[in-house]
């Protein structure tokens, strides 16, 4: 297997083609899933103002020290602060506000006191006339039921560091912080390809020889799962006239990435490789691991292939480890790739290659088990459902006993 290249160099050879992305302003309802290209730091407080978090009376804590059910503190109300209102005036000793949740703490008011702890409650919706005074019914401290001015956040925090991926709650502390318009990288469009006379479109019927096309839904996630912008292009078929029409069809998008499966071993019928040779050129096309040897890299039109063996195990698996790398570099993303150490469950063999292999994983005590979700072929998909991660059993390793310990790649939280 002298002939294979070893994975790290074929990881190492594809980065030194990609390049970060340049920066973009887009609308905040468009921002999900992007990656911040700057730090967002903060120009008001958050709350801007000392603020309720209940619906009921400030008070000054002092005033009802010693106060319960058989002897309340009364206190005068003197004024009703909705939310979205400022007070006017202060409070002194004795007196109370009726307040509203979010509502700011006129000056003077220290607490809260909820209004289910009072004599005047109300039901939500409700707005009943103010009552001259208010019996309370529980000791409160200061900052009870209360938001203190930049609770959450200050001017000049850096609340959201560059290259924080936006999820739902980063979209939510940038309206907070005014940002209509967010500054991002721009995010990898990659055209997926998927190759093969066999295949047929997921709504058609199935005939006697025919699969549906599967990676080309399974990559169009993983791109989408990793920050980039996909798009899926119909079959490639199995002659040279549809390969070079398909190739100069994925052109037309100005893509960062080609992506395609299929087509690229030493099969009579793998006519992309041709189409490479012709509209452009491959770097290497064996690496030394399993599932997935007949994985390609190379350049069509100037712009970076990825060319993933067919089957679909073997297709997410070269993903995982050639393509994620590239799609996180042109984010400025860090490849942090997050794996655990596991004892093997069970004896295996492999055949001399860098091994992924699809596992379980249980916890006896602070040990993680794995153990195989069952067969390791590469057409079985359902295995990369089953699994937790995928245990790398290393180069030149034939045959691992159970009891000795492995690096597990995560697929999903253990």
């Not at 992305?21 to 008001?44: K, Q, R, W, Y």
């Not at 309720?52 to 000054?60: E, H, K, P, R, T």
């Not at 967010?182 to 998927?194: A, F, G, N, T």
Request: charged fraction near 20%; include cysteine.
């Amino acid at each position: 297997m002298s002939d294979l290249l070893p994975v790290e160099d074929a990881v190492a050879r594809i980065l030194e083609h990609f390049q970060p992305l340049p920066v973009e302003t887009i609308n905040l309802l468009d921002s999900l899933g992007h990656v911040l290209a700057f730090d967002i730091l903060a120009d008001i407080d958050s709350p801007p103002f000392p603020n309720s978090s209940m619906d009921g009376y400030a008070v000054i804590a002092q005033d009802t020290q010693g106060a319960d059910q058989q002897q309340p503190a009364r206190l005068r109300v003197v004024m009703d602060i909705p939310a979205g209102s400022m007070p006017a005036d202060a409070i002194g000793a004795g007196e109370a506000a009726r307040i509203m949740t979010g509502a700011p703490l006129p000056d003077g008011a220290n607490a809260v006191i909820p209004v289910e702890q009072t004599d005047q409650g109300w039901r939500s919706g409700e707005n009943p006339p103010l009552p001259d005074y208010v019996n309370i019914y529980r000791t409160v401290d200061p900052g009870d039921s209360t938001r203190p001015r930049g609770e959450d956040f200050m001017v000049g925090d850096v609340v959201l560091p560059a290259l924080t991926p936006i999820r739902p709650q980063e979209m939510g502390v940038l309206a907070a912080l005014g940002y209509s318009g967010v500054p991002v990288i721009c995010q990898p469009r990659v055209v997926i390809l998927s190759t093969g006379d066999e295949l047929v479109e997921v709504d058609e019927p199935l005939t006697p020889g025919k699969i549906r096309d599967v990676n080309g839904y399974t990559l169009y996630g993983l791109v989408k799962a990793y920050g980039g912008q996909a798009v899926r292009l119909p079959i490639v078929r199995d002659n040279l006239e549809d390969a070079r029409l398909r190739f100069r069809e994925a052109l037309e998008y100005q893509p960062d990435i080609i992506l395609s499966s299929a087509g690229v071993s030493v099969g009579t019928f793998d006519v992309v490789r041709t189409v490479l040779e012709e509209m452009g050129e491959i770097n290497f096309w064996r690496v030394n691991l399993r599932p997935g040897k007949p994985v390609a890299f190379g350049h069509v039109g100037g712009v970076p292939f990825f060319g993933l063996p067919g089957n679909p195990v073997s297709a997410m698996v070269t993903f995982d480890v050639f393509v994620r790398p590239a799609l996180l570099k042109l984010t400025s993303q860090p490849d942090a790739v997050q794996t655990v150490n596991a004892v093997l469950g069970e004896d295996l063999q492999s055949d001399g290659r860098r091994s992924y292999l699809r596992v379980n994983l249980r916890r006896d005590g602070n040990t993680l088990i794995a153990t195989t979700t069952g067969t390791q072929s590469s057409g079985a998909l359902t295995s990369m459902v089953k699994a937790d991660g995928l245990i790398i059993i290393p180069e030149g390793v034939q045959y691992a006993s159970a009891g000795e310990i492995f690096s597990v790649r995560l697929l999903r939280p253990v």
